[in-house]
T-cell receptor, first 116, second 118 residues
Framework: KAGVTQTPRYLIKTRGQQVTLSCSPI?????VSWYQQTPGQGLQFLFE???????NKGNFPGRFSGRQFSNSRSEMNVSTLELGDSALYLC???????????????FGNGTRLTVT | AQTVTQSQPEMSVQEAETVTLSCTYD???????LFWYKQPPSRQMILVIR??????QNATENRFSVNFQKAAKSFSLKISDSQLGDAAMYFC???????????????FGKGITLSVRP
């Protein structure tokens, strides 16, 4: 079974631009979560999507948004990029529902975003 | 809100020796899950071991075991017979057992960098 796939692996953008990152979950997984990883703040939860609906959102400004498609693939978008948005963005997928509540998240290799 | 604390930023261990990584957490919930994830230079977060709070028995996975002290809110990871491939960042994480949108996220500690000396 293929793992979580994130594209692209690396991205360089300029301040003020916008960026879209993509995540394909493990086949059969319907929940997709996004995390931002920086040396200073560590791993911080961005949002979770299930059945094309945002189920939970972290404490990030409105410039960070996401969506999920009917095939469970997800994208996240960051508009008006700032230098502080430079980070590793990790996507994770999991089954959903009470029976799967103890299922660990399966992570992708991440997208390294550099804002100059 | 739940918090996870990993107070040691770095640790080093000799190959074949045993090392223990510490983690404490704070929560008012009684039912939850705890995880240790490994992040090698490849960047992918890999699940090492998980513990269900309602289970008193400590989880083990081959060379990896945990010491789960629920009353003390402590969840340490012991790596036995350390190997060069164990060198990575290790993250302790908490997840509520309540199945609802607000409780679906993982709360991570800051992580610890483990180096293995040959």
């Amino acid at each position: 079974k293929a793992g979580v796939t994130q594209t692209p692996r690396y991205l360089i953008k300029t301040r003020g631009q916008q960026v879209t990152l993509s995540c394909s979950p493990i086949s059969g997984h319907r929940s997709v979560s996004w995390y931002q990883q920086t040396p200073g703040q560590g791993l911080q939860f961005l949002f979770e999507y299930f059945s094309e609906t945002q189920r939970n959102k972290g404490n990030f400004p409105g410039r960070f948004s996401g969506r999920q498609f009917s095939n469970s693939r997800s994208e996240m978008n960051v508009s008006t990029l700032e230098l502080g948005d430079s980070a590793l963005y990790l996507c994770a997928s999991s089954p959903r529902g009470r029976a799967a509540s103890n299922s660990p998240l399966h992570f992708g290799n991440g997208t390294r975003l550099t804002v100059t | 809100a739940q918090t996870v604390t990993q107070s040691q930023p770095e640790m080093s261990v000799q190959e074949a020796e045993t090392v223990t990584l510490s983690c404490t957490y704070d929560t008012s919930e009684s039912d939850y899950y705890l995880f240790w994830y490994k992040q090698p230079p490849s960047r992918q977060m890999i699940l090492v071991i998980r513990q269900e709070a309602y289970k008193q028995q400590n989880a083990t996975e081959n060379r990896f075991s945990v010491n789960f002290q629920k009353a003390a809110k402590s969840f340490s990871l012991k790596i036995s017979d350390s190997q060069l491939g164990d060198a990575a960042m290790y993250f302790c994480a908490y997840r509520s057992a309540l199945v609802s949108g607000a409780n679906s996220k993982l709360t991570f500690g800051k992580g610890i960098t483990l180096s293995v000396r040959p």
